[in-house]
């Protein structure tokens, strides 16, 4: 693809600016909302979503070029894999301490970053499920059905 | 509690433009009014997880409904006379209502909950997990069986997206 | 009371869009309105007079909570939602393909 068709795909000059602002934040915020979410509100569930949008918000602004250079399909299923992967071996690294699912780190001092045993590690394997899952599936409705149009 | 029945007036209102409206960018338009509105009632009820989750969701759940039905070249939609379908329709609607109304009285109060299982979460979860966030709480370590199935039939659905959507062995059309 | 039966006329307007409608789309918003219902009802059934937020805070005792566990259903049960109403969306884009319309009076008539 030359570089003038580039520079037309996507949305206008002030889209794009603000998009360049403002990504970063976004994902900034997603990893934020995951991190803590066995504190504040937020947890695996909407971190996980955010991240998607964040990505979802450069294939908008950018066309879907820019956005796949940085996650394509293949890694993103990947993604989804290792999520579901990391999910099932932490609930199974519980048969060393007795059942499925049990909590087998230490608690730690309560109210810190490092506490709740198994809970910020299965936020984390949450997260890389649900926002490589959602993003797939936008990829899919709109990369799939746009080239068909041609 | 006046807000909530302001909000929920709001949400029915929008519900009924969604579903009437003939214009199908609209009426995606209108039902993103109805989950906003849904995330407020959830802040004003004490759920602020909910909110965060379902402020999100609905933002992606518009844009993937709106790039379903823009440049399809139907804006408006005939939906023609119906006549039975609508009595029957509206018949079954009148029967559920006063049955639900009617046993809607065996319900707790709205504001008293009997908490039952709950009480247990309450007052053995910090203890037992350690994480200041009782949700988080129940969802990864309580309850999460749960979180597995979620996690299950969120895998099945990437996969039916992908399976519908490719165009490996489709014929040529 | 009347909070549970306005929820439940939320759930009744999905209801007669889901019933009554011939647009997929509208039909998918039809769903989309009665889950929002359901999501609701629950919450709503959780709720405590005057309580506060499941979520404990440093040095200070919180007493009076609302229900967690319905909130730990509900939180599943958006994203599923959202993956499900993704789901729809692919096969009725697939069905406009094949046939040319969203219309499903006229769907059994055309040949693909």
């Known amino acids: 693809m030359s570089k003038m068709k580039q520079d037309q795909a996507g949305m206008t000059l002030i889209v794009k600016t603000i998009t360049r ?13 995951v991190l803590h979410g066995h504190l504040t509100p937020g947890g695996g569930f909407p971190g996980g979503v955010i991240i998607a949008l964040s990505f979802i918000h450069l294939m908008l602004a950018f066309g879907k070029e820019t956005a796949l250079k940085k996650l394509d399909q293949i890694r993103a299923s990947l993604f989804e894999s290792a999520g579901a992967i ?34 910020p590690l299965c936020n984390i394997a949450i997260c890389l499920k649900v926002g490589a899952g959602l993003f797939l599936i936008f990829v899919t409705l709109v990369v799939l059905s746009k080239m068909e149009e041609r | 509690m006046i807000e909530l ?21 609209s009426s995606v338009v209108a039902v993103g009014a109805v989950g906003l509105g849904l995330s407020l009632i959830f802040l004003i009820l004490k759920a602020p997880d909910l909110a965060i ?19 399809r070249d139907l804006p408006l939609i005939k939906s ?26 065996d319900l707790p109060a709205f504001g008293y909950p009997i908490l039952r299982v ?17 949700v988080s709480s129940v969802v990864l370590d309580f309850r999460a069986y749960d979180t597995l199935g979620e996690a299950t039939v969120l895998f099945t659905a990437v996969m039916g997206v992908l399976v519908v959507m490719r165009r490996i062995g489709r014929k040529h059309e | 009371m009347s909070t549970y039966f306005l929820c439940l006329i939320l759930f009744c307007v999905g209801l007669y869009c889901l019933l009554r409608k011939r647009n997929l789309i509208k039909i998918i918003i039809g769903i989309a309105i009665v889950e929002y219902a359901v999501n609701l009802f629950f919450i709503l059934v959780g709720y405590r007079m005057h309580g506060r937020a499941p979520i404990l805070h440093r040095e200070q005792e919180v007493l009076n909570m609302v229900d967690p566990l319905v909130q730990a259903l509900v939180l599943t049960a958006i994203v599923i939602g959202l993956a499900t109403t993704a789901l729809l969306i692919a096969i009725a884009i697939r069905i406009y393909d094949k046939y040319g319309t969203f219309d499903i009076t006229k769907i059994n008539k055309l040949k693909g």
């Open chain 1, 21 to 33: 602002l403002t990504v970063g934040l976004i994902l900034l915020y997603g990893i934020y909302i």
């Open chain 2, 53 to 71: 989750t379902q402020l999100v969701v609905e933002i992606l759940c518009l844009i993937i409904l709106i790039r379903a039905t823009i440049k």
């Open chain 1, 86 to 119: 990391m999910f099932l071996s932490i609930a199974s690294l519980g048969f060393v301490g007795g059942y499925f699912f049990l909590n087998f780190i230490g608690k730690g001092r309560p109210f810190n970053l490092f506490s709740a045993g198994t809970i």
């Open chain 2, 80 to 105: 023609g006379r119906w006549h039975f379908n609508t009595f029957s329709t509206l018949l079954f609607i009148i029967i559920f209502l006063t049955l639900a109304y009617v046993s809607l009285k």
């Open chain 2, 5 to 25: 029945h302001l909000l929920l007036l709001f949400m029915i209102v929008a519900a009924i433009i969604a579903v009437e409206v003939k214009d199908l960018i």
């Open chain 2, 118 to 134: 709950a009480a247990n979460y309450l007052k053995e979860g910090f203890i037992a997990t350690g994480a200041a966030n009782l």
